[in-house]
């Protein structure tokens, strides 16, 4: 059996276990797929200390995730932050632990047992991933005992290579239903709670799913699974068909569809570092029908439910969620990881109105339902809820420390969310416009000699004449300070909307940094207004640091290496007649050389990545390249301190 690892979730646990403070939680539940030759790590969830012997505990831990994590991964071993050998009191602990996922998990024959530590804690070695060691090992069904664990390779792959063992379905529908006199004699909330649990046990006539735009409808209720819709032929599948046979002729349809479009071109959606490769570029979509000759009501509702008496009110519970499902997987085993995706969210909404500040309102009056949304970062996708009023549940800030993030960014709140990415990178939601989300280590292509630092976290590539705005010539520093703003936006500090030319103008009149006649001029602004103006819009703190010359600029740059790595925000950099934005630096270990990774708001164009690279919008630059005479102002965004 095969242990493979994802690279994401790997550079994830070499965080956490190189962090200067100690980590909160340094054992966790490893969560993957097993297949009949590989066992795949895709992602992870730590528990304290007191769930490792604790099986009750540990069942409860693991209800949680199955509400949060994505249907298909189960649990497939226990991850240590730290060496085996120095913590031997825990060994039976963890074999233990195993021994639960054993009993709760009766067709898992093999689990996993991962360590990574650091290599030599006293050590000076600034290369963290070269001080740390990843072990693997191995404990099989038939004999669970602390001495039957056996040494395994762990091979590390990307999620791109990753990929090709699994499909990944994006589950995105609407359940309309009703709460009836019955339910409304126990209030709101009550009420919501008990057709929650009634929607969970609801019989399988009830639903049927639709495959790549409804080609293919797999129906749980009738023998045959498989019907096509009307004009296309299905061929030879049927339930024990496997989801890459099936896709493989699906794909066929939709290319042969899409050849007959004229000019039909896909928007891609890009990612940052923390995001790219948990999700593949296109998710299969998989939609949710009702049997409506069973009835079922198929009409919208109220955002606002006040029971009354007698009254019937008609509600619309919206799930968003996503499966991962081995390559080995047919579409009956589809079909049941869909209803059991289908539960598990149902049963998160149930938890979060449980614990909501919601229940603070009237018993008999809430507004709005629980709203679902996805957070990828790092190795994790997850799902998670907020309520119509925007607030969290009791158990949030919990879960960043259970799935191993910083409580000093907001990487978990709606703002964060996949959704949020995806209207930043599509053309016209929500009068954004064309964006090119910013992939730093997409142009680290230099040769190992080069130690690199960059932005942590996603940004959009703000550039002249975007939003149809002219502002060739001018409008250089404005466009920066969009960039800059946009980070604080993708890492969930604000919702709100990126500021326009004129907006930034009446702000920094209005602050009485400049005189009036700014308003719809096309005066420059240089670093210290940008400063101003991120205070005042984001309340941030910034660091100005000043550079005589073009011919100081090496040190400053990097003097940038302590910036990306504690604050990790895009840098604008203002001096002579231009600006610009700057998302890394790389030094050469051997020759000091220095190098910045320039964002270009000079840049006019399609915000398409190969034509931005080919007219160098974004790439490498050497301090000569800006004018050696002049003197440079940088502005450096400081992380807000939560």
């Known amino acids: 059996m095969n242990v493979l690892l994802s690279q994401n979730l790997l550079k994830h646990l070499e965080r956490l276990a190189t962090k200067s403070a100690p980590c909160p939680r340094a054992h966790g539940i490893l969560y993957g797929l097993e297949t009949s030759a590989e066992i795949v790590l895709l992602m992870c969830a730590f528990f304290e200390d007191t769930v490792l012997t604790d099986s009750v505990a540990l069942q409860a831990f693991l209800e949680q995730n199955h509400q949060t994590l994505p249907t298909g991964l189960d649990p497939v071993g226990v991850v240590v932050l730290s060496n085996l050998s120095q913590s031997p009191n825990n060994h039976a602990g963890f074999v233990e632990a195993l021994r639960t996922l054993f009993t ?61 063992c699994y499909s990944c379905f994006h589950l995105n529908a609407q359940l309309d239903s009703a709460l009836t006199p019955i339910h409304s004699k126990h209030g709101a909330l009550k009420a919501l709670e008990l057709k929650l649990l009634e929607l969970q046990v609801e019989n399988k006539e009830d639903f049927a799913y ?90 919208g509702s109220s955002p606002l439910l006040t029971i009354g008496q007698g009254s019937t009110h008609l509600i619309r519970f919206c799930l968003d969620t996503y499966l991962f499902l081995s390559n080995e997987t047919s579409l009956a085993e589809l079909v049941e990881a869909a209803d059991l995706a289908k539960k598990r969210r149902l049963a998160g909404m149930v938890d979060f109105l449980r614990q909501s500040t919601a229940a603070k309102l009237k018993s008999d009056e809430i507004s709005g339902l629980p709203i679902p949304y996805n957070i990828a970062n790092g190795p994790n996708l997850l799902t998670l809820y907020v309520g ?7 158990s949030f800030d919990e879960l960043y420390d259970r799935f191993g993030y910083d409580r000093s960014a907001p990487v978990l709140r709606k703002e964060a969310s996949l959704r949020s990415l995806q209207l930043l990178s599509r053309k016209n939601l929500l009068n954004v416009g064309d964006r090119l989300i910013a992939q730093h280590s997409k142009f680290l292509s ?24 002219d502002d060739d010539g001018w409008g250089c520093a404005y466009r920066s300070l969009q960039t800059l703003y946009s980070w604080f936006k993708l890492q969930g500090f604000t919702d709100t909307p990126i500021p326009n030319h004129e907006q930034i103008q009446r702000l920094l009149v209005e602050i009485k940094d400049r005189e009036k006649s700014l308003i719809g001029s096309r005066q420059w602004i240089g670093a210290t207004e940008i400063a101003r103006a991120l205070e005042h819009l984001l309340q941030v703190q910034c660091r100005i640091v000043f550079v005589p010359s073009g011919r100081d600029l090496g ?17 604008m950099i203002g001096g002579g007649v231009y600006a610009y934005t700057i998302g890394g630096v790389a030094v050469n270990r051997t020759t000091g050389e220095v190098k910045a990774l320039v964002i270009d708001p000079h840049y006019v164009g399609d915000d398409d990545l190969d034509l931005v690279l080919k007219k160098n919008g974004v790439a490498w630059k050497t301090p000569d390249f800006w004018d050696q005479n002049a003197f440079f102002n940088l502005c450096c965004p400081l992380r807000p301190k939560l």
């Open 446 to 469: 230099e040769s190992s000699s080069w130690d690199q630092f960059g932005v942590q976290g996603a940004y959009t590539y703000h550039h002249y004449k975007q939003d149809r705005f």
């Open 555 to 571: 040190p400053a740059f990097a003097a940038l290496k302590t910036h990306f790595e504690t604050e990790g925000t895009p840098v």
């Open 104 to 164: 709760l998990y009766p067709k898992r024959q093999d689990l996993v047992l991962l360590s990574v530590a650091q290599k030599n804690l006293s050590g000076s070695d600034d290369n963290h991933s070269a001080s740390l060691v990843t072990t693997g090992q191995r404990l099989e069904r038939r004999n669970v005992s602390p001495t039957s664990l056996v040494d395994v390779p762990v091979a590390v792959k990307t999620n791109e290579w990753l990929q090709r």
């Open 210 to 299: 639709g495959l790549q735009e409804n080609s293919l409808f797999l129906l749980p209720s009738i023998p045959s699974l498989v019907v096509p819709a009307a004009g296309f032929v299905a061929g030879s599948m049927h339930a024990q068909t496997r989801i890459p046979d099936c896709l493989s002729i699906l794909a066929k349809k939709r290319d042969k569809a899409a050849a007959k479009v004229e000019g039909a071109k896909r928007l891609p959606f890009l990612l940052s570092d923390a995001t790219a490769g948990v999700l593949p570029n296109e998710p299969i979509a998989l939609k949710l029908f009702y049997n409506a000759s069973n009835g079922k009501s198929q009409h």
């Open 388 to 394: 119509a009023n925007g607030d969290y549940d009791s």
